[in-house]
């Protein structure tokens, strides 16, 4: 009986004591081993290690690359507008050592801090040597190079490594987002003009076109067709002359006969005659003639 | 701090440091006591009350060993379904991946697995309105649609993934529009402009070693503004207008063209007919006028009178007369004749008869049904 309590206290003493001695760092941490709060190991790989308990410690770290989300922030151009930068960035531990000591026991939120104001200061310079547009039509590279180069002893200070500074957002303040909008209005207001006015334009154009080329249709076919009346006229003419011209004389008798009937065929003239002319030769005596 | 002092002349200035120097090892052992009675107890009653042998309490020790391997058992064996993989880690280190089928792992403690889906298409949609390179604003929104393709990287190369590839997106979806013109982004230039932001965010996905894969970037029709958005409409109303006052043009010259050719054809025609006519008439008149002169040239004489009467007859019964047959002028004559005119016109017979005069008058009759009018169309179509 004794010797099995004896045995099963053993067993939770070795239990307890690997409890503490054992640790794990997993594939996406680092560790640092403290022995009386002093820094002795840091340069574990992913896995199970060893300790002694209670006399050393251990902290671990991340080693994935970190998010670096801040506020927007406003900044100015060089043409002192201002503009909200919302920017994201992307870090890494490279030497756990030097940023458990860089930033007060290896906090992450106050390393956040700290990198962000470098990034500010490098944004501020870059963004008064440029214009709004400059600003919004750059280059990633650019950015990241210039933050690259001012946090360039960040791995030594801090036990940072920058791998990326990106913009997510650029915007205008409000107030200076209205006077936008309203260019943007009066731009598509000249536009839609444009528009319309070039319709017109085009418009007048065909129809004028359309005009003249009717106008050009008729009058072709007036001197058209008036040759072809001159022609009809002139052989009508032709013909005439030659018929008639067989007997000038009787032509006279028997063009003016039918003249004269055609003359008076409405009924309405009134004739005031003497009878004395050839049609009245037997009018007033038998024998003809006065 | 006085009251807190011990008061059994303990000289350490700080409490807690104090006990935990001193009084720490033997709390520890009384714990270490109090488990081991706890325990002690709960066996002991067992193997008091069954003082008759030691089988039953085997038979617990084996059937809970039994329970713990079958527990064991069950905790090692996994089914990875087709569309995942497992991530084993032993002790917190990267040991292998498992493809979908049955896979053992070593009990828990020792290895542990993260399941991830590989296959699962999973989107995200960003919305924003952002600034372009020519100053304007418009409203951009994109559905990004993505997978892991490898499960190692999306786990151990970046913390927060979900949360990275949402700024990746962001950053890359500003970019592009900020490259480029209002108009390209409104109008052709959508699927380009899909086209950069995909391969923009695919690059920085790789550059991080996130084991991701960017399947699709859908942009939706980019938006101007809402304050903004009537003076867009009517710009694009306006050149429907324009298309619509060129087709009104177009209809116009369609509608007056073919009228004027049409118009010119009838007068081409009309004077085709009366070249026709004229020539006509003038070979039926002159047909006429041979025949008549080649009977005429056999007797002039009589023909000649017999004509003159036919026609003087002709027009003299067609027309009201007066005959005057008074020598010299030594007598008045009065003739109304106004009212003979009328009477002409109306067609009453007229009774008036003067002294010295003898008035013949006679309603003309037509006596020649239908006389020629030779020239008369001809003198019209001259004009």
Known sequence: MNSKIMLMFTVILVAFLSAFSIFQVRQWERAILFEFGEIKRSDYTAGLHFKIPWIQSIKKFEARLLNLDQEPQRFMTSEKKEVIVHYFAKWRISDVEQFYRATSGGDVFYANNLLAQRINSAIRDEFGHNTVQQVVAGDRDDLLSLVVGNTARLPKEMGITMMDVQIKAINLPDEVSSSVYERMRAERTRVAKDYRARGSEAAERIQANADREREVILAGAYRDAERIRGEGDALATEIYAASFGNNEEFYGLYRSLNAYRQSFSSGKDIMLLQPDSEFFKYFNTSEGGK | MGWNEPPDGNRDREPWGGRNKNDGPPDLDEIVRKMQQGLGR????????????????????????????????????????????????????????????????????????????????RSLSHKNNMLTQDENIVDVEVAVQWKINDPTQYLFSVRQPDETLNNIVESAVREVIGKSKLDFVLTEGRSRVAQSQMGLIQETVDDYAMGILISTVEMQPAKPPEQVKDAFDDAIKAREDEQRLVNESEAYVNDIIPRARGAAARIMEEANGYKARVVAQAEGDAARFDQLLAEYSKAPEITRKRLYLDAMESVLSNTNKVLLDTEGNNSLMYLPLDRLLDQGRTGNKPQTQESTSRIMESQGAVVNGNPRNVLDSRSRGMR
């Open chain 2, 42 to 121: 709960l066996f002991g009653r067992k193997t008091a009350s069954s003082e008759a042998g030691p089988p039953i309490p085997m038979a617990i020790w084996l059937v809970f060993i039994v329970v713990l391997l079958i527990f064991c058992a069950i905790d090692m064996i996994y089914f990875v379904n087709t569309q995942e993989r497992g991530v084993v880690l032993r002790f917190g280190r990267y040991d292998r991946t498992w493809q979908p089928g049955l896979n053992i792992r070593l009990p828990r403690p020792i290895e542990t697995v993260e399941l991830v889906n590989v296959e699962r298409i």
